[in-house]
């Protein structure tokens, strides 16, 4: 028998694979968005696993399809990912603020300083 090119595309058992691991890494993205958003931050970085094994798949292509999920599923959820590689270290940073919202943060927090004095309460 010869090699069929079916052969070496994603079957349904390679894909059912990639959606339990996307799954396990956005599980691990939402708890880490929420620790973040409890702590008042508006952004947070999450590393992603370098190496992910798929059998069939080379890392590579692992990488492509779970990074894709993974993006596509916090674009959908109106969040701001942007993957980050460098160093051999993969992760994405997520922001859930948008620029607008962000300047309209700082321009009231610099309102409120402009009329805040600081009060020395030492009785020295």
Same mark, same amino acid.
């Given at each position: 028998? *010869?090699?069929? $090119?079916?052969? &070496?595309? @994603?079957?349904t058992t390679i894909s059912d694979i990639i959606e339990?691991?996307?799954?396990? @890494?956005?599980s691990v993205i939402d708890d880490e968005i929420k620790k973040a958003h409890n702590y008042g931050k508006h952004s947070v970085i999450v590393k992603l696993p370098s190496i992910i094994d798929i059998?069939?798949?080379?890392? *590579?292509?692992?990488?492509?399809?779970? !990074?894709?999920?993974? &993006?596509t599923s916090? &674009? +959908?959820? =109106?969040? $701001?990912? %942007? &993957?980050?590689i460098k160093n051999n270290i993969n992760a994405v940073l997520i922001k859930w603020m948008s620029k607008k919202e962000?300047? +309209?943060?700082?321009? =009231?927090?610099?309102?409120? $300083? *402009? !009329? %805040?004095?600081k009060i020395n309460t030492d009785d020295n």
């Open positions: 028998m *010869s090699l069929n $090119a079916d052969d &070496l595309k @994603i079957n339990r691991k996307t799954k396990e @890494i956005l059998p069939n798949l080379n890392n *590579s292509d692992s990488q492509r399809e779970i !990074y894709f999920r993974v &993006l916090l &674009l +959908e959820r =109106k969040f $701001a990912p %942007t &993957l980050i962000a300047e +309209e943060i700082k321009t =009231k927090l610099e309102f409120i $300083a *402009s !009329y %805040t004095q």
